[in-house]
């Protein structure tokens, strides 16, 4: 008796190398005891490679047995079937679907990992199996972002397809013709190639959100982005300004789209699942869902406005880094130091606030019973000290607010 050896598979594309390729060679199966997939026999050129599929259409397990499935009648007739599906975790109700077929050696593939962190889901109406790369978060303080899961790879009738339009026996990983249309994987490739496109540009505004945290530490930095008729935002904030750790909101935001992280149309819901009784090898056509419209289709990136609330000096110097333009946050600078500049105690009964002809300015008072706003003319009500909040707007849209105090000494 063989062990099953684990192997990781390095196809052509790379996107497939975190994929399990569970390679057996093998004479029989016997069917007296559970089978635990580190001790399979071998297979031989009549056998496939039976996904194990749980009721939320998830295959987390690829076993070796006779294409016919007699294996699975024996099982059943002993009672060791259930068995075997708790022994993989499977949650029930669950059922076994032919996946992969031998190749003329003997070589059965059969791609999976486990059912609590599964990247293989299976289509009962088109009896096809979708393959996703899993979503690999970022890490803290690496300058790689998270990229978010998507479709690698389409198995229907022991024949691979992959993003990049080859098809591959599954057995051996030789080309060969696919069985889907022309027309499917042409557009299984434009609709991947969309969605990469896509990852690209939500990549590019994750990095710049990062870069631009890192300068702002403690203010969180967000990029919107757009392109490829998807769109999003990333936010990133720096813990420090002596740390290059980020600790980040939303660093692994998925694509905003009903697509975007499936291409296959995939319907499980009306699915009876169980072991033997279903016919295995009956297919529907396979259905690939292109998005369509022109919508966001320029891609672009677009700094999110913040609003800074501080004291004057580092509003001051956070504007200096937060501004794109020169002049606005000169423009800032020089108002917030006309605001400071004025009094602190006054014998006016009123007085107005710092105007600017670039940006734009607004105030309201916190002490309404001591002083009121209106538009910029702080008025006296009472003697005591009054309380203004401060806030320039320059034409970039971003706020910076600073508190005020002035005391009426009569």
């Not at 075997?84 to 059969?110: D, M, W, Y």
């Not at 980040?248 to 699942?273: E, G, H």
């Not at 946050?329 to 006016?348: F, G, H, P, Q, R």
Request: proline share 4%.
């Amino acid at each position: 008796m063989l062990k099953v050896r684990d192997k990781v598979f390095l196809g052509s594309n790379s996107l497939l190398r975190q994929l399990v390729l569970i390679l057996v060679l093998a004479l029989s199966l016997p069917v007296s005891s559970i089978v635990n997939p580190q001790t399979l026999p071998a297979a031989n050129a009549g056998d496939c490679g039976w996904a194990m599929v749980n009721s939320d259409g998830v295959s987390g397990a690829v076993l070796v047995g006779d294409c016919a499935g007699s294996f699975l009648a024996e099982w059943d007739r002993l009672g060791l079937t259930e068995g075997v599906f708790v022994n993989h975790g499977c949650k029930l109700p669950c059922r076994f679907v032919i996946q992969t077929v031998a190749s003329e050696t003997g070589n059965v593939a059969g791609y999976s990992s486990s059912f609590d962190n599964s990247n293989v889901t299976y289509d009962s109406q088109n009896n096809s199996f979708t393959v996703t790369q899993p979503e690999q978060p970022s890490q803290t303080g690496s300058a790689q972002p998270s990229t978010p899961s998507r479709v690698v790879m389409v198995i229907k009738d022991g024949v691979a397809t992959d993003s990049s339009g080859r098809s591959f026996n599954t057995g051996t990983g030789i080309s060969t013709t696919t069985t889907l249309s022309q027309e499917q994987y042409s557009a299984l490739v434009a609709e991947t190639n969309r969605l990469d496109n896509a990852t690209v540009q939500k990549n590019l505004a994750l990095i710049k959100s990062r870069t631009l945290a890192l300068e702002t530490p403690g203010l969180e930095r967000c990029v919107k982005w757009f392109g490829y008729l998807e769109n999003g935002e990333e936010c990133s904030i720096a813990s420090s300004a002596d740390s290059a750790s980020l600790t980040s909101n939303s660093l692994s935001s998925s694509i905003k789209s009903d697509t975007a992280t499936s291409v296959i149309a995939v319907d499980t819901s009306t699915s009876v699942l169980a072991s033997s009784s279903t016919t295995i090898l009956e297919s529907a056509p396979l259905s690939i869902v292109v998005k369509q419209g022109s919508e966001n289709a320029d891609p672009k990136l677009e700094v999110s406005v913040v609003n800074i609330s501080a004291d004057a000096e580092e509003v001051v110097q956070l504007s200096a880094k937060v501004e794109s333009t020169k002049s606005f946050s000169v423009d800032v600078e020089k108002y917030i130091n006309k605001l400071v500049a004025i009094s602190a105690e006054t014998n006016l009964s009123k007085f107005k606030l710092p105007a600017s002809r670039l940006s734009a300015e607004a105030a309201v008072s916190l002490t309404p019973m001591v002083c009121t706003v209106d538009g910029l003319l702080v008025q006296k009500k009472s003697k005591g000290i009054c309380s203004i909040a401060y806030t320039i707007t320059p034409p970039s849209g971003n706020t910076y607010t600073v508190e005020k105090t002035f005391t009426f000494k009569r």
